[in-house]
């Protein structure tokens, strides 16, 4: 084990330690002999499900620290991180301001964006075409309107994935070396979906830092394996630069291709198959976005032996069940 570094400050918001079990009937049918095991980060909370509780958790102690008292912050109309970013500015009587980029969902007051409404955000909705720019731009005039008006807002990035939120999953990682210990699991691959990079980079920076005997493995559920590794290296830099606390460990991102799908948002059939095979065999739910194209993109490894070095595949549910609720067609098809 090597010396964790001292954390930055740190609200407690999410129920932690997460249950962490074995999965029997999903090892029998798809484990190909290996022990599939689940950390239920989508336990994190009721409203607040999910992985990005745990990085808000180190966004929310710097706003109060430092005299924020909005959270800005952006993504899909559906969104886990604008409804967690929102329901937790609203649980410490902060404001929420939330840019998101629009959908193709005929469903839009559902799921996450329902509950952003109930918890008191203030949005805005703008144009999937050429989202990156008018993000930029969004987020350039919001952080001067909010200066002018004397209450500066912290300004969150997407996923609330950058040197900040990284501590979240740093924090996971030493859960999770307690976790395998009980379990007396020798050495195992710890796989999650990725699609800002701030879990994977907490996650894979934590094992580092803790010796821990694990292999964490991304599986992209957009952009690419190349994006993502460059955004690992990116966000463990920055942090670095952030922490001086922070030893050099070696930090080397290893994402999975071929999860993605048609786009973000956009999942094959297979994937909402596998959701309802999932729920019916284990009682777990996942959803269409990140862990069901995820645990697709597992299953496809274990069959094509990417695995074969390791008896032990430890799956971080990493959540997104209000999601769910903006893809109820093609779940009904699948379920019936
Ligand atoms: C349910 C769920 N799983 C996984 C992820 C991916 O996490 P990250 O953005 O840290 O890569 C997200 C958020 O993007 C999410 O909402």
Redesign the pocket.
Known sequence: MLNLPEYPPRLTLARTPTPFHYLTRASDQWGGGKRLWIKRDDLTGSALT???VRKLEFFAAHALNNGFRTLVTCGGLQS??CRATALVAAQLGLRCHLVLRADDSDQANTGNFLLDQIAGATYEVLPAVGWNKALQSAYERLEQAYLDAAEPALMIPT?G?DSLGIWGYIAAAEELGRDIATHHIDRAAVVL????????TGLTAGVALAGLPLEVVGYAVCDDARWFNAKVNEDWQAARRRWPQLPAVMVEPVTRDHSAGPAYGIAPPEVYKLIVDLARLEGVVL?PV??GKAFLGLLRDIREGFFDGVDDIIFVH???IFGLFAHEHSLIQAAS
Do not use: F, L, V
């Open positions: 999910g992985n990005k886990n991180h996923g994935s979906a990725t699609g800002s990079a701030g879990t994977q959803d990140y862990t990493t959540g997104g």
